[in-house]
T-cell receptor, first 114, second 111 residues
Framework: DGGITQSPKYLFRKEGQNVTLSCEQN?????MYWYRQDPGQGLRLIYY???????QKGDIAEGYSVSREKKESFPLTVTSAQKNPTAFYLC?????????????FGEGSWLTVV | ELKVEQNPLFLSMQEGKNYTIYCNYS?????LYWYRQDPGKSLESLFVLLSNGAVKQEGRLMASLDTKARLSTLHITAAVHDLSATYFCAVLFFGNEKLTFGTGTRLTIIP
């Protein structure tokens, strides 16, 4: 089945550690996105990538890093510089510039700092 | 500045009633999306609206877009309990591939 797979679904991080959240899609989509959602809040854009080997900062990129070495993969690293990383993280993808393309979301990853 | 505002933020309504959620945005848009989110879950795509006057319907939900007013509406007809969720609009602005979300409307349908 085509779709977006995020892993792990639940992750606990000790303070000072870096963690990486995986996002893989087999939809052949060019564009991929990472969002953060805090409880009871909306979604805020962390990073996005419109093509392989290129990505741009979103609204809250500080303390995060990404790579886009393969079309199907867009991992997000939450670094120790991110002071309040506990949140729900959502990865999304779309076919890119063509009008009408739906943006699909993965199931999300819950990150908790302990 | 790219802004997307939804109202109301919270909405409780009785089953069988009609209501509308509003989504205003700050500048020219390329596309407008509506999503549904159940508690603890990811987002489910409902509608993609592309042009002025676009109207789409699925079951008891109908979305419309007025690009001149920079306004989209999500209308709920004869609400049922299964529609209880948080609804988000999101806007893709011209020349900018950042999808910007509204604050969300938490809808509770009361039997």
């Amino acid at each position: 089945d085509g779709g977006i797979t995020q892993s792990p679904k639940y992750l606990f991080r000790k303070e000072g550690q870096n963690v990486t959240l995986s996002c893989e899609q087999n939809l052949n989509h060019d564009a991929m996105y990472w969002y953060r959602q805090d409880p009871g809040q909306g979604l805020r854009l962390i990073y996005y990538s419109q093509i392989v080997n290129d990505f741009q900062k979103g609204d809250i990129a500080e303390g995060y890093s990404v790579s886009r070495e393969k079309k199907e993969s867009f991992p997000l690293t939450v670094t120790s510089a991110q002071k309040n990383p506990t949140a729900f993280y959502l990865c999304a993808s779309s076919a890119g510039d063509s009008a009408g393309n739906t943006i699909y979301f993965g199931e999300g990853s819950w990150l908790t700092v302990v | 500045e790219l802004k997307v505002e939804q109202n109301p933020l919270f909405l409780s309504m009785q089953e069988g009633k009609n209501y509308t959620i509003y989504c205003n945005y700050s500048t020219t848009s390329d596309r407008l999306y509506w999503y549904r989110q159940d508690p603890g879950k990811s987002l489910e795509s409902l509608f993609v609206l592309l042009s002025n006057g676009a109207v789409k319907q699925e079951g008891r939900l109908m979305a419309s877009l007025d690009t001149k007013a920079r306004l989209s509406t999500l209308h709920i007809t004869a609400a049922v309990h299964d529609l209880s969720a948080t609804y988000f609009c999101a806007v893709l602005f011209f020349g900018n591939e950042k999808l910007t979300f509204g604050t969300g409307t938490r809808l509770t349908i009361i039997p």
